[in-house]
C-alpha cells in the first residue's frame, strides 16, 4: 500500500529525515516533526494515517526536551497520548513507537499502551529499508507480543464503517 500519510516524530531531525527518505522512496506522504513541534501541534491529526514516533529524547541535556532521567526522557508514550487527547478515536492514526527500552522495560511499554499507542517494535527489527516500509504499511503483520492493542490499520473509511 502506498500514498499512506506518516507524521515521523523523532528528537533528531537528522534520524527523522532519514526515515522520511525511506517512506517517501516507498512511496509514502510524509512530514516530520521534532518532539517539541508534535506536543505543540494540537490540530490536523487526522491527517496521518500512521504516526512514527520515536520512544527516547536521546539528546545532550542541554538540548533535551524534558527531563534527563527515564521514563521523562521516554518522550514517545507522552507524544502518543498528545496525539489521542487531540484526536477523535475514528480518526487517530496508527501510532507506532521505535524503542529497544519499551521492548526491555516493562514499565514503559505500559506506558506506551496507556498512552494509547498501537504498536511497538525494535530498532533492530525495523532496521532495514524494506522492512521499514513493511512496517509502516501494515504493522500488525508484523507485530510480536510486543503489540499494545489488536487494532488493525484499515483504510480510514473502512474503520469508520465498523463505528456504524
Known amino acids: 500500500m ?11 531531525l537528522d534520524i527523522a529525515d532519514g526515515r522520511a527518505s525511506w517512506l517517501r522512496a516507498a512511496g509514502f506522504d510524509v512530514e516530520t516533526l521534532l518532539f517539541e513541534e508534535a506536543l505543540e501541534r494540537t490540530a490536523g491529526w487526522d491527517r496521518f494515517d500512521r504516526a512514527l514516533i520515536d520512544g527516547r529524547d536521546d539528546r545532550p541535556a542541554s538540548h533535551r526536551f524534558g527531563s534527563a532521567e527515564l521514563p521523562d526522557r521516554f518522550l514517545g508514550a507522552r ?15 496508527v501510532m507506532i513507537v521505535v524503542s529497544t ?13 496507556e498512552s494509547g499507542i498501537d504498536f511497538i517494535f525494535d530498532r533492530a527489527e525495523i532496521g532495514i529499508r524494506e522492512e521499514f516500509a513493511a512496517v509502516v504499511t501494515d504493522p500488525g503483520a508484523h507485530a510480536d507480543r510486543t503489540s499494545t492493542s489488536d487494532r488493525e490499520p484499515r483504510p480510514r473509511e473502512q474503520a469508520l464503517s465498523l463505528l456504524e
Not at 101 to 113: I, V
Open 2 to 12: 502506498t500514498g499512506l500519510r506518516v507524521a515521523v516524530i523523532d528528537d533528531r
Open 79 to 93: 507524544v502518543g497520548a498528545h496525539i489521542r487527547d487531540h484526536t477523535d478515536p475514528e480518526s487517530r492514526p
Open 101 to 113: 527500552y519499551a521492548r526491555t522495560h516493562a514499565d514503559l511499554s505500559l506506558r506506551c499502551q
